[in-house]
Antibody, heavy 122, light 108 residues
Framework: QEQLVESGGGVVQPGRSLRLSCSAS????????MHWVRQAPGEGLEWVAVISTDGTVTYYGDSVKGRFTISRDNSENTLYLQMNNLRTEDSALYYC???????????????WGPGTLVTVSS | ENVLTQSPGTLSLSPGERATLSCRASESVGRNFLAWYQQRSGQSPKLLIY???SRATGIPDRFSGSGSGTDFTLTITRLEPEDFAVYYCQQYAYSPLTFGGGTKVEIK
């Protein structure tokens, strides 16, 4: 059974950095492009980034472009999100998400982890 | 980016009633790559519908999607207690992927 478990969230001051991890199991991780999506408390969903199966192609949402970097380690079945120069508006529950199909990069998200909470506050 | 507007913001209905949710895009959604997700309170989103009208694996047939171009609809024919939740539409035709603001279906 597929499983995604995010970690690395916490409280951080504005301007600082944080790295999130997502451990995948129950499916062939290297066959799927992977996503990060976030949700501020009480708010809607905001797509953050996607990475291709081999890590060479990435796309980002406009609000995080230039500050966040998505990466992956297929040998460890792990997805990462490096977040730099954090702002208060980056406070959210960050979900790791798996697409519906096993393509080099796929935009249809099917399965979501439980999320890890990031709070940016002084 | 393709902005998605969902209406109404909140729908107050009773179990057994029919729910009709709307999603309007600012630009035509290519290849009708429009998905619907359900998010129950305290849970992660769940894929219901993709490509505007195809049900995801294991989704009951009381959920149906329709529409094309810029106007899409999610219909729940007979609301079950577990269907009271927030529903989001999303376009996945191109980056950046965008979500609608959500429709909350609450018990009347």
């Amino acid at each position: 059974q597929e499983q995604l478990v995010e970690s690395g969230g916490g409280v951080v001051q504005p301007g600082r950095s944080l790295r999130l991890s997502c451990s995948a199991s129950g499916f062939i991780f290297s066959n799927y492009g992977m996503h990060w999506v976030r949700q501020a408390p009480g708010e809607g969903l905001e797509w953050v980034a996607v990475i291709s199966t081999d890590g060479t192609v990435t796309y980002y949402g406009d609000s995080v472009k230039g500050r966040f970097t998505i990466s992956r380690d297929n040998s460890e079945n792990t997805l990462y999100l490096q977040m730099n120069n954090l702002r208060t508006e980056d406070s959210a529950l960050y979900y790791c998400a798996k697409p519906y199909t096993a393509d080099p990069i796929s935009f249809l998200i099917e399965y979501w982890g439980p999320g890890t909470l990031v709070t940016v506050s002084s | 980016e393709n902005v998605l507007t969902q209406s109404p913001g909140t729908l107050s209905l009773s179990p057994g009633e029919r729910a009709t949710l709307s999603c309007r895009a600012s630009e035509s959604v290519g290849r009708n790559f429009l998905a619907w997700y359900q998010q129950r309170s305290g849970q992660s989103p769940k894929l219901l519908i993709y490509r505007a009208s195809s049900r995801a694996t294991g989704i009951p047939d009381r959920f149906s999607g329709s529409g094309s171009g810029t106007d899409f609809t999610l219909t729940i024919t007979r609301l079950e207690p577990e269907d009271f939740a927030v529903y989001y539409c999303q376009q996945y035709a191109y980056s950046p992927l965008t979500f609608g603001g959500g429709t909350k279906v609450e018990i009347k």
